[in-house]
C-alpha cells in the first residue's frame, strides 16, 4: 500500500525535480483543512435533522452540500493512503481508518487497490483492478453473446453511476475478498463494526427514520459524484493506453490522466482531484498543491483541459480502438 516509487519508473530528470518540489505535506494546512471539513461535514448533518421538522425536500437539498463535503472527506482519505497528507505512516492510518468509516469504505483494501490502479493505469495487459472495466473494439468483436450483454450492462450510465455507487458503498464495501491479505480483512472487519456502532448510536440518538433519510442521501449523491470523478478521469478523448514495453509513466500520467477543469466550487469539493494529471505523475503530492503544481510550471502548459461540459459527452465512450487510439460508443462500432 506504499506510495508509488517515480524513482523506479525510468522517469526523466527534469519533470522529476519539478514534482519533488510539491511532494512533501504541510502539517498545518493538513490539519487545517481535515478540521475544516470535518466540521462544516458535522454541521451539515446537523442542518439536515433539524430540516426533517420542516421539509424533507429541504433535507435533500441539504444533502448536496453535505455529500460535497464527503466527497472532499474521501479525496482526503485517498491522501491518507498515498501518504502525502500527513508525514507519519501511522497517523495516516489511523485517520484514514476513521474517514473510511465515514465513507463506508475499508481503508487497507481500498488503498492497496488504488496503489495497482497508479502502477497499472492505461496499460492494456494490466487491467482488472482499480480501474473501470474497459474492452478494446478487436475483444468485445471475439466476445460471446452473453459476455456482451454483461459488458453492455455494466457500461450503461444507470449501472455506473446508478446501481454502482449503491452497491459498492453499501454492499460490495461490506465483504472480504479473496485476494485480500490479513490486514485488508481486517481493515473490512474494523470498518463494519464503526459503522454498525455509529448506526446504532445515531439511531438511538434521533431515530431509525432520521438516520436514514439524512445519511442515505449523503452517501449515495457523494457515491455517484465519486464514480463520475473516477470514470471522467480515464475515459475521455483524447487519451492514451499502451500495451508491453509501450507503456510510459510519464505519458499515461500527462495523456492518459485528464486535467478536469471544473468551476471553482466544484473544484473545492473535488478536493483539486481534477489535476489528475498531477496527480498521476506524482501521487505523492498533497490534494492542495495540485493546482499550484499545475499553475506554476510551462511543463503542463500544453495540457488540454477538458471543460465541465465536455465531460458530459464521455458518458457514451465504452471501447478502446487500438487502431485509431481513442475512446468509442457502441453506435461508432458498425464503423469500425
Partial sequence: MSSLNIQNSRPETSWVQIVKQYNHPNPVTSWVQLSTNLLIYSLAWVLMYFSLSISNWITLGLALPAAGMLVRLFIIY????????????????????????????????WSNNHYIHHETVGNLDKRGIGDVWTMTVN????????????YRVYRNPVTLFGIGPLYVFLIGNRFTKKHM????????YITNAGLLLFAVLMSLLIGVKAFILIQFPIIYIS??????LFYVQHQFNPTHWARGDAWNYKKVAL????????????????????????????????????????????????????????????????????TSQEMISFRKLRFV
Wanted: hydrophobic share 35%; aromatic share 18%; glycine share 12%.
Fill in 181 to 188: 491479505d490479513s490486514k485488508g480483512r481486517l481493515g473490512v
Fill in 223 to 228: 457515491g455517484i459524484l465519486g464514480f463520475w
Fill in 255 to 322: 495523456e492518459g490522466s485528464s486535467y478536469y477543469k471544473l468551476p471553482r466550487i466544484l473544484q473545492y469539493f473535488t478536493g483539486n482531484i481534477g489535476f489528475h494529471h498531477i496527480h498521476h505523475l506524482s501521487p505523492l503530492i498533497p490534494n492542495y498543491k495540485l493546482a499550484k503544481c499545475h499553475r506554476e510550471n510551462p511543463l503542463f502548459s500544453g495540457i488540454k483541459p477538458l471543460k465541465f461540459g465536455a465531460g458530459f459527452r464521455t458518458i457514451s465512450f465504452r471501447l478502446w480502438n487500438e
Fill in 78 to 109: 485517498h491522501d491518507l493512503g498515498h501518504g502525502s497528507f500527513f508525514r507519519s505512516r501511522k497517523l495516516s492510518n489511523w485517520m484514514g481508518i476513521f474517514i473510511g468509516i465515514l465513507t463506508f469504505t475499508p481503508y487497507y483494501s
Fill in 139 to 150: 475483444e468485445y468483436k471475439a466476445s460471446s453473446v452473453w459476455q456482451k450483454i454483461v
